[in-house]
């Protein structure tokens, strides 16, 4: 079994920063990628930035330059780092990873999220 736990959400002025973080635990061989999602209210849920097991990353056009993705493998933890936010930015935000469990089955595992609201 893997667990994905996320934290670091709240209320921030737009303009500021926060720091995303989400730890996967449980049966794991290897995490191929890890990731994070939003969804706003009356939104679909859309990808906000991925990196990969080598440390590629990629990110959704609207968060180029305010957002940066890292991770830390001994932890297996995804960090989100969150600056210059916008009201715009104001979601829950779900951590996503494809993990490797310890019988070489790889599946795909979500974060039960964590809101992020930003006011103006």
């Known amino acids: 079994q893997v667990q994905l736990v996320e934290s670091g959400g709240g209320l921030v002025q737009a303009g500021g920063s926060l720091r995303l973080s989400c730890a996967a635990s449980?049966?794991?061989?290897?995490?191929?990628?890890m990731g994070w999602y939003r969804q706003a209210p009356g939104k679909q849920r859309g990808m906000v930035a991925l990196i990969t097991s080598d440390g590629s990353t990629n990110y959704v056009n609207s968060v180029k330059g305010r957002f940066t993705i890292s991770r830390d493998n001994a932890k297996n933890t995804v960090y989100l780092q969150m600056n210059s936010l916008k009201p715009d930015d104001t979601a829950v935000y779900y951590c996503?990873?494809?993990?490797?469990?310890?019988?070489?089955?790889?599946?795909?595992?979500w974060g039960k999220g964590t809101l992020v609201t930003v006011s103006s």
């Open positions: 996503n990873a494809e993990i490797t469990n310890i019988d070489y089955y790889a599946m795909n595992y």
């Open positions: 449980g049966s794991i061989r290897r995490i191929n990628y």
